[in-house]
């Protein structure tokens, strides 16, 4: 690997392949270079690097993807390297899983992602056409020849090294380097892609492994907002919020940032810039926590309509009954969140769960064989509810939060199924159909629309 001044980018991932995706963090951040709480080197002495992520509304047509161009131009003409990451064009992802799925009720995997790989590739070579058109070098990368590389885990492969020698090369012959977002490469050379919303993730890796100076997400809100605009008119664009802050309310739902791309910038220390492509506004920026003096009330409200439901009455209450649930869900690979059991009468519980919508076609049947292996009464499913949420770090140490929104949703008549919490966080599942009314409620209740 050349560069002087550079981190050592390259070193190889401590994460096994084979053995998994092993939660949150490890593998996907034991690649991309040494931690370090010391400033980040930059990858040349005398210009610094920005990461810039169009997604794909920023690139959805010719004339949006001249409008990125024409930022990376001004943006190099200020001075800096430019590394471009970019979203297929539009809802390019959807309708190439529409027609996957039109092909073949469950497409492999495997040509699964290298065919989603495509709408990538698309929008970068396009930027890259675009930026030439413009009199500025430039070259595109697949994420293969960007050096990501990944585990084997098509659709949700976590990032486990990355080689940035050809990007490198390619930024000292002075070019704008566009890399396509959400997809890496297997030891093999099989493409694989990152997870839904996962090009976040593609920049946030690149920007730590080269040292960027920032790493500007692109999109089409003016930053993070207090809720979700599209439910809360009102939501109002926060300056700043810490990366655990931030990465609570992407896990539960607030898809403006990929969670595993904020748990990368908050390793690394790399600031995460939130900002509008159609405007010239200054954005959110997501970086270390304020101190607890200016922490405040609630932050933000996510929402989350990707909910189901399943309940096992009449489950006899003795040990091992959890267990014998939950092990063939895990094994099948299927992620339970709230999980609540009420008290036991005469030996007798019930046990209700939750799961994402789209996993429960998978877990239905294993519940349904484990209940009759130990004798539940009956199994239910619901796939009409959501998740409403309210975050913020001020309240671990302020009492009164959860009597709040309790009291707002009960007052909207919004009936409560089940509740989860954290030291950040409150957790209400509620009926699908209620959920903007929640949303709108809590930014009332919480005082989110002022300053
Ligand atoms: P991109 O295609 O640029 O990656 P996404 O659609 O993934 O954009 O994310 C942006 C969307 O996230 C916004 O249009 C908005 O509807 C949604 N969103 C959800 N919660 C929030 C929030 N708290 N702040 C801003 N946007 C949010
Ligand atoms: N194109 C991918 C998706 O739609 C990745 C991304 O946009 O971040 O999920
Ligand atoms: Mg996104």
Same mark, same amino acid.
């Not at 690997?1 to 392949?17: H, I, P, V």
């Not at 595109?140 to 990501?148: F, H, K, N, R």
């Not at 998978?362 to 949420?389: N, Y």
């Given at each position: 690997?050349?560069? +002087?001044?550079?981190?050592?980018?390259?070193?190889?991932g401590?994460?096994?392949?084979?053995?998994? #995706?092993?939660?949150?963090?490890?593998?996907?951040?034991?690649?991309?270079?040494?931690?370090?709480?010391?400033?980040?080197?930059?990858v040349?002495?005398?210009?610094?690097?920005?990461?810039?992520?169009?997604?794909?509304?920023?690139?959805?047509n010719?004339?949006?993807?001249r409008?990125?161009?024409?930022?990376?131009?001004?943006?190099? +003409?200020?001075?800096?390297?430019?590394?471009?990451v970019v979203s297929?064009?539009?809802?390019?992802?959807?309708?190439?899983?529409?027609?996957?799925?039109?092909?073949?009720?469950?497409?492999?995997?495997?040509?699964?992602?290298?065919?989603?790989?495509?709408?990538e590739?698309?929008?970068?070579?396009?930027?890259?056409?675009?930026?030439?058109?413009?009199?500025?070098?430039? %070259?595109?990368l697949t994420?293969?020849?960007?050096g990501?590389?990944?585990?084997?885990?098509?659709?949700?492969?976590?990032?486990?090294d990355?080689?940035?020698?050809?990007?490198?090369?390619?930024?000292?012959?002075d070019?704008v380097? %566009?890399?396509? !977002?959400?997809?890496?490469?297997?030891? #093999?050379?099989? %493409?694989?892609?990152? !997870?839904?919303?996962?090009? #976040?993730?593609?920049?946030?890796?690149?920007?730590?492994?080269?040292g960027?100076e920032?790493?500007?997400?692109?999109?089409?809100?003016v =930053?993070?907002?207090?809720?979700?605009?599209?439910?809360?008119?009102?939501?109002?664009?926060?300056?700043?919020i810490?990366?655990e802050?931030?990465?609570?309310?992407?896990?539960?739902?607030?898809?403006?940032?990929?969670?595993?791309?904020?748990?990368?910038?908050?390793?690394?220390?790399m600031?995460?810039?939130?900002?509008?492509?159609f405007?010239?506004?200054?954005?959110?920026?997501i970086?270390?926590?304020?101190?607890?003096?200016?922490?405040?009330?609630?932050?933000?409200?996510?929402?989350?309509? #990707?909910?189901?439901?399943i309940?096992l009455?009449g489950?006899?209450?003795?040990?091992?009954?959890?267990?014998?649930?939950?092990?063939?869900?895990? @094994?099948?690979?299927?992620?339970?969140?709230t999980?609540?059991?009420?008290?036991?009468?005469?030996?007798?519980?019930?046990?209700s769960?939750?799961?994402s919508?789209?996993?429960?076609?998978?877990?239905?049947?294993?519940?349904?064989?484990?209940?009759?292996?130990?004798?539940?009464?009956?199994?239910?499913?619901a $796939?009409?509810?959501?998740?409403v949420?309210?975050?913020?770090?001020?309240?671990?140490?302020?009492? =009164?939060?959860?009597?709040?929104?309790?009291?707002?949703l009960? @007052?909207q008549?919004?009936?409560?199924?089940?509740?989860?919490t954290? $030291?950040?966080?409150?957790?209400?599942?509620?009926?699908?159909?209620?959920?903007?009314?929640?949303?709108q409620?809590?930014?009332?209740?919480? +005082?989110?629309?002022?300053?």
């Amino acid at each position: 690997m050349s560069g +002087e001044g550079t981190r050592d980018a390259g070193t190889r991932g401590r994460g096994d392949a084979e053995t998994g #995706d092993a939660g949150t963090g490890d593998v996907e951040t034991a690649g991309i270079g040494p931690l370090s709480a010391s400033p980040r080197p930059r990858v040349s002495a005398s210009r610094p690097l920005l990461v810039q992520k169009f997604g794909g509304t920023s690139v959805a047509n010719a004339e949006r993807i001249r409008a990125a161009a024409r930022r990376m131009v001004r943006t190099r +003409e200020q001075g800096y390297q430019v590394l471009a990451v970019v979203s297929a064009m539009g809802h390019t992802t959807d309708e190439l899983i529409d027609l996957a799925q039109q092909v073949c009720e469950r497409p492999d995997e495997r040509e699964l992602d290298l065919l989603l790989s495509t709408g990538e590739t698309v929008s970068a070579t396009l930027v890259a056409m675009a930026l030439k058109g413009m009199g500025c070098p430039a %070259i595109s990368l697949t994420a293969a020849q960007a050096g990501i590389r990944t585990t084997r885990f098509f659709s949700r492969a976590r990032i486990t090294d990355i080689q940035p020698e050809r990007i490198r090369k390619e930024l000292a012959e002075d070019k704008v380097v %566009i890399v396509t !977002g959400f997809q890496g490469v297997t030891e #093999d050379l099989d %493409i694989t892609t990152l !997870g839904r919303g996962g090009s #976040d993730t593609s920049a946030v890796a690149l920007a730590c492994a080269l040292g960027a100076e920032q790493c500007e997400i692109y999109t089409d809100v003016v =930053g993070v907002l207090t809720a979700d605009p599209r439910l809360e008119p009102r939501a109002r664009k926060l300056d700043r919020i810490s990366y655990e802050e931030m990465l609570e309310l992407a896990q539960l739902g607030a898809k403006v940032m990929h969670p595993r791309a904020v748990e990368l910038g908050e390793l690394y220390g790399m600031p995460i810039v939130v900002r509008s492509s159609f405007a010239n506004t200054p954005g959110t920026v997501i970086c270390r926590g304020e101190g607890m003096e200016v922490r405040k009330n609630v932050r933000g409200i996510a929402h989350d309509t #990707d909910v189901a439901k399943i309940t096992l009455a009449g489950v006899p209450d003795r040990p091992g009954i959890a267990y014998a649930i939950f092990a063939p869900l895990a @094994e099948a690979g299927i992620s339970v969140d709230t999980i609540v059991q009420t008290a036991s009468i005469d030996g007798i519980t019930d046990l209700s769960f939750t799961v994402s919508g789209s996993d429960l076609t998978r877990s239905f049947p294993l519940v349904q064989q484990v209940a009759s292996r130990i004798g539940a009464a009956t199994v239910d499913a619901a $796939d009409d509810l959501a998740k409403v949420s309210i975050v913020g770090t001020g309240m671990q140490s302020a009492p =009164g939060y959860a009597a709040r929104m309790f009291g707002a949703l009960s @007052e909207q008549g919004i009936n409560i199924n089940m509740i989860t919490t954290s $030291d950040i966080r409150i957790t209400c599942i509620i009926q699908r159909a209620q959920v903007q009314q929640a949303v709108q409620t809590l930014h009332a209740a919480f +005082e989110l629309d002022r300053e």
